[in-house]
């Protein structure tokens, strides 16, 4: 989950807006399956949210490896502001 949040960090950074709601929607889903196993509230709903949760982490990150040049996010280096 730390991975995500720092590769999210530099996706807020760039111009792609899809990959920015993509990104919300992960984290939502993510936090949503993590509050319902820890407070075992509506534990019938849990495998939905796991399937939504893996599914949303996959096409995340298979979006990031096709869809995305590294011209897309050299604008957003922090090594370049240095």
Known sequence: MISALYISIFIFRSK???LKILAILLFVI???TAAVFY???H???LPSLQKATLVAFLTWVLSLQYF???ADFA???PLEKL
């Open 16 to 18: 792609m807006t899809w």
């Open 68 to 70: 995305t040049t590294k």
């Open 39 to 41: 407070t075992s509230f």
């Open 43 to 45: 534990l019938e709903i």
């Open 75 to 77: 604008a957003s280096s």
């Open 30 to 32: 993510a936090y949503a």
